[in-house]
């Protein structure tokens, strides 16, 4: 499995969406996140972030993912 970090050091909530599930979770000012994938197996890892104003876009090269704020699970 796959983790990538990140925090949201603005002093405003930003949202981080997943993709290409479409998934949007609102992260608070100041809180530390991270996303969780199974990569394929078979083939590279090209998943990528892109940062659009307010908002954090991962794409996902994966079958599943999991994502966790300040260390807490939140249902996908």
Request: no cysteine.
């Amino acid at each position: 499995m796959v983790t990538v970090r990140f925090s949201n050091e603005t002093d405003g909530a930003i949202e981080f969406m997943v993709e290409p599930w479409g998934a949007v979770e609102p992260i608070p000012a100041g809180a530390r996140f991270a996303i969780h994938y199974s990569p394929h197996v078979d083939r590279e890892d090209t998943s990528y972030t892109e940062y659009h104003a307010g908002m954090i876009r991962f794409w996902v090269e994966g079958s599943d993912y999991e994502v966790d704020i300040d260390g807490k699970p939140v249902p996908t």
